[in-house]
T-cell receptor, first 113, second 110 residues
Framework: KAGVTQTPRYLIKTRGQQVTLSCSPISGHRSVSWYQQTPGQGLQFLFEYFSETQRNKGNFPGRFSGRQFSNSRSEMNVSTLELGDSALYLC????????????FGEGSRLTVL | DAKTTQPTSMDCAEGRAANLPCNHSTISGNEYVYWYRQIHSQGPQYIIH???NNETNEMASLIITEDRKSSTLILPHATLRDTAVYYC???????????FGAGTILRVKS
C-alpha cells in the first residue's frame, strides 16, 4: 500500500510569492492534516480536513489556507510568503475522523529567500 | 490540550530496554496518551496509544500509571535505528489534531 505522498519535496521561493503544496493520502483515508515544522517552534498543527470539510484549524494567519478534494487529496497554500515560513510542511492521513493514528508523509521543505 | 513533560534527551545501550517517561498531570478522563517518533529527516511515525490500560504492540509497550498522570514508553530491545525524537502527546477522543511538544531525543549507542 502506497504511503502518503507529498509534492514537491523541495522548493525555493522568494518573499511575497505564494506556494501550493500537494498531498495524496493513503488510499481509503479520508482525513488529512497538515503540520509545519521549524527548528524554533517544532511541530505545529495547521489544519485538518475530513470529507472535504475543514474540521479544525491551528493558530496560523489567514495567509495559510487549505482544501480537500472529493478524492481526499489535499492542497495547502501560503500566500505572501515571509522568511519565517521556511519550514518542513508535513501532511498526514488517517482512515477515520477521530483516530489519532496518523500516517505522515516525508514532507515538503520550503525555503523562502 | 493537556501539557506533557518529557526529558530533553536520553541515552540507551543497544540491545537494552529504553524506558522513556512522560508526565501529563492535567490529563482529562477522555484524553488518550499517544506516542510518536521522528527519525531524522522523516515524518513522525505512530508508535502506540492508550487510555487507561497498559498496551503492547510489535514496536513497544506503554505503561500508564493508575492515576494516569504519567506514562512510560518501553522499547524492549533498542537498536541503532531507534535513535529518534520521541513525542508523548495527550489527545482528546475527537478529531485528529495532535499537539507536539519538544519530545525526548533518544540516542541508542553501540
Amino acid at each position: 500500500k502506497a504511503g502518503v505522498t507529498q509534492t514537491p519535496r523541495y522548493l525555493i521561493k522568494t518573499r511575497g510569492q505564494q506556494v501550493t503544496l500537494s498531498c495524496s493520502p493513503i488510499s481509503g483515508h479520508r482525513s488529512v492534516s497538515w503540520y509545519q515544522q521549524t527548528p524554533g517552534q517544532g511541530l505545529q498543527f495547521l489544519f485538518e480536513y475530513f470529507s472535504e470539510t475543514q474540521r479544525n484549524k491551528g493558530n496560523f494567519p489567514g495567509r495559510f489556507s487549505g482544501r480537500q478534494f472529493s478524492n481526499s487529496r489535499s492542497e495547502m497554500n501560503v500566500s505572501t510568503l515571509e522568511l519565517g515560513d521556511s519550514a518542513l510542511y508535513l501532511c498526514a492521513s488517517s482512515p477515520r475522523e477521530a483516530s489519532g493514528e496518523l500516517f505522515f508523509g516525508e514532507g515538503s521543505r520550503l525555503t523562502v529567500l | 490540550d493537556a501539557k506533557t513533560t518529557q526529558p530533553t534527551s536520553m541515552d540507551c545501550a543497544e540491545g537494552r530496554a529504553a524506558n522513556l517517561p512522560c508526565n501529563h498531570s492535567t490529563i482529562s478522563g477522555n484524553e488518550y496518551v499517544y506516542w510518536y517518533r521522528q527519525i531524522h529527516s522523516q515524518g513522525p511515525q505512530y508508535i502506540i496509544h492508550g487510555l487507561k490500560n497498559n498496551e503492547t504492540n510489535e514496536m513497544a509497550s506503554l505503561i500508564i500509571t493508575e492515576d494516569r498522570k504519567s506514562s512510560t514508553l518501553i522499547l524492549p530491545h533498542a537498536t541503532l535505528r531507534d535513535t529518534a525524537v520521541y513525542y508523548c502527546i495527550v489527545r482528546p477522543s475527537y478529531g485528529n489534531k495532535l499537539v507536539f511538544g519538544a519530545g525526548t531525543i533518544l540516542r541508542v549507542k553501540s
